[in-house]
T-cell receptor, first 114, second 118 residues
Framework: AQSVAQPEDQVNVAEGNPLTVKCTYS??????LFWYVQYPNRGLQFLLK??????LVKGSYGFEAEFNKSQTSFHLKKPSALVSDSALYFC????????????FGKGTTLSVSS | GAVVSQHPSWVICKSGTSVKIECRSL??????MFWYRQFPKQSLMLMAT?????????EQGVEKDKFLINHASLTLSTLTVTSAHPEDSSFYIC??????????????FGPGTRLTVL
């Protein structure tokens, strides 16, 4: 069975500092990994995905994530945080079978202070 | 990118009534759609997989007679919460996978429906 762990309920950073939101996963076979962001009372917005290829994936709004197969991790990063980045972030995984559902982590609240 | 809509965006109903939520893929066909449920400040839990032309597949612990799913066409799936009770109050989100082209391997989410049962 697939699973995703986001060990931190909340991450606090100051504006302009780098941020990291952690994610580890468990899946049979090659993982397809995703990051989504959710603002209050809104749906999910896609940030980035890893399917294959370069382990460093660049996505929307300056975010990036690094796939580490040996550590089964897919941490989300941004070099310089903005107050507007404050939101709920979800890591998700699925198998490499097309059309299958995503399994989500519990989410991490990112709070960026000015 | 592909767009998924949901209707209504929010609904308040009395206990014991039924509520229908629609999920539409606006510019692509979706033979499969997924329904998730999200409690406040919690993760999205997969409820069921909706399949066009066949029965939905429900996750363990989800009552199929309570959460009726109908995938009537290649662009529409509906979730009906029957005899709703306050504990059914939640944020319901649907999604559809992109199966071709640039959308391949992505999943597109609707904006969600906030259900409040009084």
């Amino acid at each position: 069975a697939q699973s995703v762990a986001q060990p931190e309920d909340q991450v606090n950073v100051a504006e302009g500092n780098p941020l990291t939101v952690k994610c580890t996963y468990s899946v049979s076979g090659n993982p397809y990994l995703f990051w989504y962001v959710q603002y209050p009372n809104r749906g999910l917005q896609f940030l980035l995905k890893y399917i294959t290829g370069d382990n460093l994936v660049k996505g929307s709004y300056g975010f990036e994530a690094e796939f580490n197969k040996s550590q089964t991790s897919f941490h989300l990063k941004k070099p310089s945080a903005l107050v507007s980045d404050s939101a709920l972030y979800f890591c998700a995984v699925r198998t490499n079978q097309a059309g299958t559902a995503l399994i989500f982590g519990k989410g991490t609240t990112l709070s960026v202070s000015s | 990118g592909a767009v998924v809509s949901q209707h209504p965006s929010w609904v308040i109903c009395k206990s014991g009534t039924s509520v229908k939520i629609e999920c539409r893929s606006l510019d692509f066909q979706a033979t499969t759609m997924f329904w998730y449920r999200q409690f406040p400040k919690q993760s999205l839990m997969l409820m069921a997989t909706s399949n066009e032309g066949s029965k939905a597949t429900y996750e363990q612990g989800v009552e199929k007679d309570k959460f009726l799913i109908n995938h009537a066409s290649l662009t529409l799936s509906t979730l009906t919460v029957t005899s709703a009770h306050p504990e059914d109050s939640s944020f319901y989100i649907c999604s559809a996978p992109g199966l071709a082209g640039l959308s391949y391997n992505e999943q597109f989410f609707g904006p969600g429906t906030r259900l409040t049962v009084l």
